[in-house]
C-alpha cells in the first residue's frame, strides 16, 4: 500500500500544479478578452451558467464528495475514523455544491430572498454543521493535521476570497460608494470585472487546496 500512497501523492502534486496553471490561464482569457474587446468571451465567463470555470468548479465539489463517499465503507485503519454522519452530511453538502455551480441555485435564493441574504444562510448552515461535528474535526486535526490544516485554509481562501469580496460589495452599494468605482478601468478592464475574477480565483483555488487534502488523505488510508 506504501507503493499506492507514494503515487496518488505524487499525482496529487501535479493535480495541484495543473489545476492552478488551467485557472491562471482561465481568468487571464477572462480580463483579456474584456480588455482587447470588451466584452467577455462566453466560455470563460466566470458570471455565466455552465461556462468552463463554473464546469471546474462542479467538478471539484463532485470529486471531493466522491472521494467522501469512497470513504465510508473503508474499515477502520489504526487511527479513529471521521463519523458516518459526519461524511454523510458533508458529502451531500457537496453534491448540493455541485449542482448549485451548475445551474445557479444561488441566484435564484438571490432573487427569492431579495439580495445577500443567500450569503449568510449558507456561511450560517456551514459555520453551525462545523459546532455541531466539532468533534469529528477534533479527530481529524489530531490524526491528519496537515491534511485538516490544508482544509481550513483552502475553506479561508474560498470563504474570504468568495464570499468577503461579495459582501464587502453589497456592503459598498448599500452606501453608494462601490458604484463610483466599479466602472472605473485599470488596463482596459473594470473594477468589478477584477473584482469578480478575484473572487472567482480565490473559490477555485481554496477548492484546489480542499481536494488537494482529501487525495493526500486518501493516500494515507490507503497506506494504512
Not at 482561465?26 to 478578452?33: F, P, T, W
Request: hydrophobic letters at 50%; one cysteine or more.
Amino acid at each position: 500500500m506504501l507503493t499506492s500512497f507514494k503515487s496518488l501523492r505524487q499525482t496529487s502534486d501535479h493535480l495541484l500544479i495543473g489545476l492552478i496553471a488551467i485557472e491562471v490561464l482561465i481568468g487571464l482569457m477572462y480580463l483579456g478578452s474584456i480588455a482587447f474587446t470588451g466584452q467577455v468571451y462566453p466560455p470563460v465567463d466566470f458570471d455565466g451558467q455552465a461556462t468552463i470555470p463554473s464546469l471546474l468548479q462542479a467538478m471539484h465539489f463532485l470529486t471531493i464528495g466522491l472521494l467522501i463517499l469512497w470513504i465510508l465503507p473503508q474499515p477502520r485503519s489504526r487511527f479513529p475514523h471521521p463519523s458516518r454522519p459526519f461524511l454523510i452530511t458533508f458529502a451531500v453538502l457537496l453534491f448540493y455544491a455541485t449542482i448549485d455551480e451548475v445551474f445557479k441555485v444561488h441566484l435564484q435564493l438571490h432573487h427569492f430572498l431579495g439580495g445577500q441574504y443567500w450569503k449568510w444562510l449558507y456561511l450560517s448552515s456551514f459555520t453551525a454543521l462545523m459546532i455541531w461535528r466539532y468533534r469529528d474535526f477534533a479527530i481529524l486535526w489530531h490524526h491528519y493535521r496537515r491534511e485538516t490544516c490544508l482544509v481550513f485554509i483552502g475553506i479561508v481562501v474560498f470563504v474570504i476570497g468568495g464570499y468577503g469580496s461579495e459582501i464587502l460589495k453589497d456592503v459598498l452599494s448599500a452606501g453608494n460608494s462601490y458604484e463610483a468605482i466599479a466602472q472605473e478601468r485599470i488596463a482596459g478592464v473594470t473594477v468589478e470585472n477584477l473584482r469578480v475574477a478575484y473572487e472567482e480565483f480565490s473559490e477555485l483555488l481554496g477548492e484546489n487546496l480542499i481536494l488537494y487534502a482529501c487525495l493526500q488523505f486518501v493516500g494515507k488510508r490507503l497506506e494504512a
